[in-house]
């Protein structure tokens, strides 16, 4: 992860004009959707961001249990008393940290992807919430290109 990630989401909120927890939000999910296409889908994964550090974390959810019946999602008390939580007991859930450095290059493209996709879905939903109050009012802009159906006009907004 890159070190100064927080200063990243920063610039692109600042550029964007997209409220921070979107952003997080859009990393944390492309972090999960990267570590299931690596590790499995059947694991119980979760994806935080953490400022401190500046990364995003993943964690696999582990069930404390007696006598394994899923070895993907669950861990038997001495071990989860060993490696993972020396006070543990039977029905915790506990978090072990996943190594987000073993993602292959196709998982690393989808996470791209996805954090681009909800960059620009938040980036659309900000500029329709800003024009929607004023249909009906004559306006004029610039075409800037076709796209299919559609037709984009910059209307001169420099903010």
Same mark, same amino acid.
Do not use: Y
């Given at each position: 992860m890159?070190?100064? !990630?927080?200063?990243?989401?920063?610039?692109?909120?600042? *550029? &964007?004009? $997209?409220?921070?927890?979107?952003?997080?939000?859009?990393?944390?999910?492309?972090? !999960?959707?990267?570590?299931?296409?690596?590790?499995?889908? *059947? &694991?119980? $994964?979760?994806?935080?961001?953490?400022?401190?550090?500046g990364e995003v974390e993943l964690f696999e959810i582990k069930t404390v249990v007696e006598k394994i019946e899923d070895p993907l999602n669950q861990v038997t008390l001495e071990e989860a008393r060993r490696e993972l939580d020396p006070e543990a007991e039977i029905g915790d859930q506990l978090l072990a940290k996943l190594p987000p450095e073993k993602f292959g290059r196709i998982a690393a493209q989808a996470a791209k992807q996805n954090i681009i996709q909800r960059v620009r879905d938040a980036e659309r939903d900000i500029i329709y919430n800003e024009f929607k109050g004023r249909k009906g009012e004559l306006v004029s802009g610039i075409v800037q290109r076709f796209e299919k159906k559609n037709i984009i006009v910059n209307l001169g907004r420099t903010d």
């Open positions: 890159l070190p100064d !990630l927080n200063r990243v989401i920063e610039q692109v909120c600042k *550029e &964007k004009g $997209i409220n921070r927890d979107i952003i997080v939000h859009a990393l944390e999910d492309a972090m !999960l959707s990267a570590a299931k296409k690596t590790f499995g889908q *059947e &694991k119980n $994964i979760e994806a935080k961001f953490n400022p401190e550090v």
